[in-house]
Structure formats: structure tokens, C-alpha cells
């Protein structure tokens, strides 16, 4: 390969050797026996790539200079297009002879109804034929824009494949890291197999056999660092140990607890206690959906702390849930010796005062706050039990500064309603454990979901003024302040317009929460709603994590196919929290995409965020999860899928810690080629996932 081109390899994808180049797999494959007929084509196959077998009938110049285009007419008997080239035209009209017949490869796009294929791969159909191909399939591999200008799909194919040759007959290119009794006892190919077969698949079977031997590989190396890390949490054994559940716990129990415990919240608790008395410090996630009554569980868990002489606290990603928290908390706590304090970004100097003064002294045993908990200015005396709620609005490190808050590491619970599978978890959040609220408490009723397009929307206004003369209240939420022109989508401030004017006062009472005003303003508005103060609340979806009013019935969600999926569940829990019928309305336009469709009918069909969860995953794939991000830092992986791969996860986990076993940082020689392959995915890390959850 040419030194500009080799170069280029080395500064778009990081591509310096020909390990590298190997190393580097298709993303996917086509199918080069399947030939397409121009008539075929449609709109669906845009991003696809596609193979023809057409005759050239004609071909000509556009424009001038820079801006000259060669294009080419093509037919196939079934319907014409055309090719088109920008670029090395000089090059590419020497090997096109009108009349002749070509296979030609490239992504489809249709331009005023006429197929056009920019800058394909041409062949002619002679030598097409003349080359042999095992299966048929071909890798394609991932590129850049400007990648892609220099190497065409085929000569990348090319370039692999001379890669290939160049190192095929040398033993030492590809040695082997998995030893034979490992490999024979899960069914993997041998390593050189396995490349070979991932770039250049014999069969589609052969093909398979490649992926699973090397996400095998990967997935080991990924679990063997987990392994490693919490085999050494294990036997360090410095947690805090809380041996009594004591007067404070049991006189919540006996003469606070404002209903019955779901069985799931009792187990959870259960679960909670026992790491609480293991001697091994607390990393626990805790999963429950929108509802479920996770703030229950904290609270009586921080009573645990509390009652052995140690403090807790709470961070919350808003203001507005902190503050709830504070309210419900300190209600729980009535008649109780227990003292709660909070500390947010908007505290007044005397709330700040108190609180700082009093964690450090030891009065206050339970702070509630914001990320200000993590201020360095916030020193507590003894703080022994950290809860997170909604874990996923909170960056890692700002997560990672709470546990240095104590000389020993605190416990820790996160929490979360929105689920995602264990095995993700657990390689997302190292080796913590994982607890599930699957229950919600009695007496709920699923909420009914419903999708209007914004022409029902005189229909949606009566059916609010219907509940609303119920005594009912509503949310209307809109995914922007103010809109922009760029982008269709209803915003608040015109929202707020046409609301005011379809429900006039004094009849109607409307407030407003979003995410610029003041704080002061902010909590204002939603103690008003809160207090019944007022009809319809229009908001951002600031609202949309943890706000409670169980007298809100209904919640409209304007351009609703603006929002995640994960983000509409949250925002739908904020109705059904009493006993009435609840409802959620999606509004939205008429112009919708596949996968909009698809999140709004999902949302339609269950309440269940587990569900929900899942489905957002298929359709998302894992790299937008939250959280994969963050994974993707700590490990480099280039087959592997920590969302999709579960059960290659599972297998490797137990097979990860059997290695560990008696060696668990991999020190004796025997186990060096462990070492290599877990340092081999290991990126440097910035932090210590160890305790990150
Ligand atoms: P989330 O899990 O979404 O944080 P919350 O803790 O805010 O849910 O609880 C939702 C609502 O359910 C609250 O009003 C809470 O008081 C109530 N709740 C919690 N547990 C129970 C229970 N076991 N029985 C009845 N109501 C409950
Ligand atoms: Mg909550």
C-alpha cells in the first residue's frame, strides 16, 4: 500500500501494523452471490450496500474543472440508473467501455425516483467470475469520510486480504492465548482460525464460530478484571459493620410506617442488612421501577446506619427531588430521634450553615442534598451509608468523590428506574450487586396510555377539562423552552399561549416549571402544584425524575417522538401515584420515523419499564445506553457487545473466577497469560471502577 494512504489508515482509524489491520473486524458482511435487479431497489435499501449485474449504455461528462462529474448510464433489462464518479474520473473512465457488462457494487440512493449509485466498486463480469469466493460473504469494514474518499470498500477487502497472505505462513503471527482443554471444553476455534475466518468466512457457520471464539477471548479478558477486583473488595473486609437493628428502626416500624410493606420492598431491606453485617462494604444497585417505592427502602436502610451510631446521606440529581426527599423524610421521621438536615446548590446561608456545621459535628444524622454533598467543604464526622438516587444523571467520578468521605469506605446503594439487564450491570458497574423492586404497591392501576397526532388536540383539551372538573390535575410537558427554527417541535412558550388562552382563568389555574428559572421560582411553582394550587402544571421534563402528586391524573407529552424512551417511562410515572384512574397522552406530529413509531406503540402497549428497557436496547443498540459510554472507557473492545453478549458474559464470569481462584492478581507464572489478556482490554483507567456503582 502507498505511503499517503498508509498513513491515512494510521491517523482516521488508528491502523499502524498489520496486527492492527487484522485485528480491525468487519461490521458486517454481505452477501456477494446475491445479485439485485434495478427494479428492486427502493427507498428501504438507502444505507444498504447492493450488487448488480448490469451493461453500460452510455456515459458522459457534467460541468467543468473541480466540479466536472463522469457519469454512466446503466441497464440491466429490468430498469436503468445511472453511477456516478466526482473524483478520479481520469482513472475510473479507462476501465468503463460502453456496451459491455459490469458487476457493480455500492450503496443505492434514489434521486428523483432514478437509482444512482455514487462512486461504486465496478468489475467486469469476466473477472468477477474468474476470482473465487468461498462463501460469498465479504467483510465491510468501518470507515471515515475521508477514509472512505482514498480506500473503497473493495480495496480495503483487498488490502486485508493482502495483509492476510503476508503473515499467513508465519506461526508466531497469531499465537495462541486460550489453552486447548479451555477451548475443546467451550467449543472454540483456535485463534488464527478465528481471524481468518472473521475477515474471509468459508461458511456462514465458520463465520459464527469466528465471532464466538473471539468475543470469547474479549469477554474473558473484560471478566477477568472484574473478577480480579472484587475478589480483592472481598478479602479486604473493611466495611462497616452495623450489628443492631435498633430503637429507631423498629419505632419507625411500629409506629411510623405510613402502609404496608410490598414483599419486594421487604426483601430488598433484607438483603441491605445482610451485606450490612458481612464485613464487606455495600455495592448495590438497586433496581425498581417509577413508583416501585425505593425511597421507602432508603430511608429505612439509613435508619440502620443511623442506629449504630453512624451517618447517611442522600444525593439526588435535582433540586426539586432533594427537596421532596427532605419533605417526605422528615415526615417519616416525625416523633422519631432522628436529625435531617439538607444541603443543596440553592440553600440560603443559614440552611448551608447548619448543615455543614452539623454533619461535621455529628448532630445531624441524615443530610439529604444535591451534588453539593460532594463539595470538599462537605466534611462529615462519621459517614458510614451512602444512598444515590437515580444514578444515571450523575457522572462517575462525581459518583467516585462521595465514598472518599470517610477514612474506611462507606456502604452504597444507587438506585435507579431505569433498568438494565444484571449482566450489563455487573460489567458496567464492576462486580456490585444487584437487588430488584419488581412489585409495585397495591391498589395501583396501570396507566392508560394513548398517542394522539396534534390533529386531536381540541378532543385532548376536553377530555382534560372533563378531569380536571374531577378536581384532577395535569402535567403538559414540552421537550424545549423555546423553539428553535431549525427544529419543528412545540415548545413551551408557545405551549403556554395556546393553553392559557383554550383554559382561561379564572376557571383554570396555571403554573409553569422549566429548567431556567430561578430555583426559588422553580420550587414555588411546584409547591403550588403540589398543594392543589393549580389545574395544569407546563413543564420541561425537569419534572421528570421522582416528583410526586398523587392527585395528577394526567400527563401530556407534547412532540413526544423527541423523547427517549427510558425519558417517557420516567416521565409517565409522574401520574397513577394515588388511587385514581391515571393517564398518559403522547402528542405528536404526523411525520414519524420507524423508530419513533416503534418507542411511541411500546409505550402504548405495556407500563412494565423492565419491558420497556429491553426494547430500548434492541433498538438503540447497547452504545447508547447510559453507562456504556462509561464502560466503553474502561474497556477497549472490538467484537464483543456488553448490552447483547449475556450469556458469552456468563460463561466467561465463571470461568474468570475459577481462574482467580487462589491467585486472584494473577501474580504465579503459570498465570501469566491471564494477565496479558486482562490487561490486553483494559484501557488505563481514570478511576476505580471498583467501587463505582
Ligand atoms: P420511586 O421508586 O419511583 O422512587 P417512590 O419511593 O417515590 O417511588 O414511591 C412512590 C409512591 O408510592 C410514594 O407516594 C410512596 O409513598 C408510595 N409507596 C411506597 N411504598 C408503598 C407501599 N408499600 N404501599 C403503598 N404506597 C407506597
Ligand atoms: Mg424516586
Not at 353 to 378: K, N, Q, W, Y
Request: proline content about 3%; glycine content about 8%; some cysteine.
Amino acid at each position: 500500500m502507498g505511503e499517503v494512504r498508509a498513513r491515512l489508515l494510521g491517523r482516521e482509524v488508528g491502523v499502524h501494523t498489520i496486527g492492527d489491520l487484522l485485528y480491525r473486524f468487519p461490521y458486517r458482511y454481505i452477501d456477494r452471490t446475491r445479485m439485485w435487479q434495478i427494479c428492486e431497489v427502493d427507498e428501504s435499501m438507502e444505507s444498504t450496500y447492493i450488487q448488480l449485474r448490469c451493461r453500460v449504455s452510455g456515459i458522459s461528462f457534467v460541468g467543468e474543472g473541480a466540479k466536472q462529474r463522469f457519469i454512466v448510464e446503466i441497464t440491466d433489462g429490468t430498469g436503468s440508473g445511472e453511477m456516478v464518479w466526482f473524483r478520479g474520473i481520469k482513472w475510473i473512465e479507462k476501465s468503463i467501455e460502453v456496451g459491455r457488462e459490469y458487476i457493480v457494487f455500492g450503496r443505492p440512493t434514489l434521486y428523483r425516483s432514478r437509482l444512482q449509485l455514487v462512486h461504486p466498486d465496478v468489475e467486469l463480469v469476466e473477472q468477477a467470475l474468474s476470482r473465487r469466493r468461498e462463501s460469498g460473504l465479504q467483510g465491510i469494514y468501518s470507515t471515515t469520510e475521508k477514509l472512505a474518499q482514498a480506500i473503497s470498500a473493495k480495496s480495503m477487502y483487498n488490502i486485508v486480504c493482502n495483509a492476510w497472505k503476508l503473515v499467513a505462513a508465519d506461526e508466531h503471527a497469531f499465537r495462541e492465548v486460550l489453552p486447548e482443554a479451555l477451548r475443546t471444553r467451550n467449543g472454540l476455534i483456535t485463534l488464527r482460525e478465528a481471524i481468518y475466518n472473521i475477515h474471509f468466512p468459508q461458511s456462514a457457520e465458520r463465520l459464527r464460530a469466528a465471532e464466538y471464539r473471539l468475543k470469547y477471548e474479549e469477554l474473558l479478558g473484560v471478566q477477568l478484571t472484574i473478577q480480579a477486583r472484587r475478589s480483592v473488595r472481598y478479602a479486604r473486609n473493611d466495611g462497616f459493620i452495623f450489628p443492631r437493628v435498633g430503637a429507631l428502626f423498629n419505632k419507625f416500624y411500629r409506629e411510623n410506617l405510613p402502609f404496608m410493606l410490598t414483599g419486594a420492598q421487604q426483601r430488598v431491606i433484607k438483603e441491605i442488612r445482610a451485606d450490612m453485617v458481612s464485613g464487606r462494604q455495600m455495592n448495590r444497585l438497586l433496581q425498581g421501577d417509577v413508583g416501585s417505592g425505593k425511597t421507602m427502602v432508603a430511608f429505612m436502610s439509613m435508619l440502620l446506619a443511623v442506629d449504630n451510631g453512624y451517618q447517611a446521606c442522600i444525593m439526588a440529581p435535582t433540586e426539586i427531588l432533594a427537596r421532596q426527599h427532605y419533605a417526605s423524610m422528615t415526615r417519616f421521621a416525625q416523633g422519631l430521634n432522628v436529625r435531617i438536615a439538607i444541603l443543596t446548590g440553592a440553600s440560603k446561608a443559614k440552611e448551608r450553615r447548619e448543615a455543614l456545621e452539623g454533619i461535621a459535628s455529628g448532630e445531624v444524622d441524615i443530610l439529604i442534598g444535591t451534588h453539593a454533598l460532594i463539595e470538599d467543604r462537605v466534611k462529615f464526622s462519621n459517614l458510614a451509608y451512602v444512598v444515590i438516587d437515580e444514578q444515571h444523571r450523575f457522572g462517575v467520578e462525581q459518583r467516585a468523590k462521595l465514598w472518599t468521605k470517610n477514612l474506611q469506605p462507606p456502604h452504597i446503594l444507587v438506585m435507579t428506574a431505569t433498568p438494565i439487564p444484571r449482566t450489563l450491570a455487573m460489567s458496567l458497574y464492576g462486580d456490585l450487586e444487584v437487588s430488584v423492586i419488581d412489585e409495585l404497591p397495591p391498589g395501583r392501576k396501570p396507566i392508560a396510555t394513548y398517542h394522539y397526532h396534534d390533529s386531536a388536540r381540541l378532543r385532548m383539551f376536553g377530555f382534560l377539562r372533563k378531569e380536571i372538573a374531577k378536581g384532577r390535575q395535569v402535567y403538559i410537558v414540552y421537550p424545549l423552552i423555546k423553539g428553535s427554527e431549525k427544529m419543528d417541535y412545540k415548545d413551551l412558550y408557545d405551549g403556554f399561549d395556546s393553553i392559557s388562552r383554550d383554559f382561561p382563568l379564572p376557571e383554570y389555574r396555571i403554573t409553569v416549571c422549566h429548567g431556567k428559572m430561578k430555583n426559588d421560582d422553580k420550587e414555588a411553582a411546584m409547591a403550588q402544584f403540589k398543594r392543589g394550587e393549580a389545574d395544569i402544571l407546563i413543564a420541561t421534563s425537569v419534572i421528570e425524575v421522582g416528583v410526586d402528586v398523587p392527585n395528577a391524573t394526567v400527563m401530556v407529552i407534547e412532540s413526544a417522538e423527541r423523547f427517549g424512551l427510558s425519558q417517557l417511562h420516567q416521565l409517565r410515572g409522574r401520574v397513577g401515584r394515588g388511587g385514581e384512574q391515571s393517564y398518559c397522552i403522547l402528542m405528536t406530529g404526523d411525520k414519524l420515523s420507524k423508530e419513533g413509531r416503534a418507542r411511541l406503540e411500546a409505550m402504548c402497549a405495556t407500563n412494565d419499564g423492565f419491558r420497556l428497557s429491553e426494547l430500548d436496547l434492541k433498538l438503540r443498540g447497547a452504545g447508547d445506553i447510559h453507562g456504556t459510554q462509561q464502560s466503553g472507557e474502561a474497556f477497549e473492545l472490538n467484537i464483543a457487545n456488553l448490552a447483547t453478549d449475556t450469556q458469552i458474559m456468563q460463561i466467561t464470569r465463571d470461568e474468570a473466577i475459577a481462574i482467580l481462584e487462589g491467585d486472584p492478581q494473577l501474580e504465579l507464572p503459570h498465570n501469566r497469560m491471564w494477565a496479558e489478556l486482562r490487561d490486553r482490554y483494559r484501557r488505563r483507567e481514570r478511576v476505580d471502577f471498583s467501587n463505582i456503582s
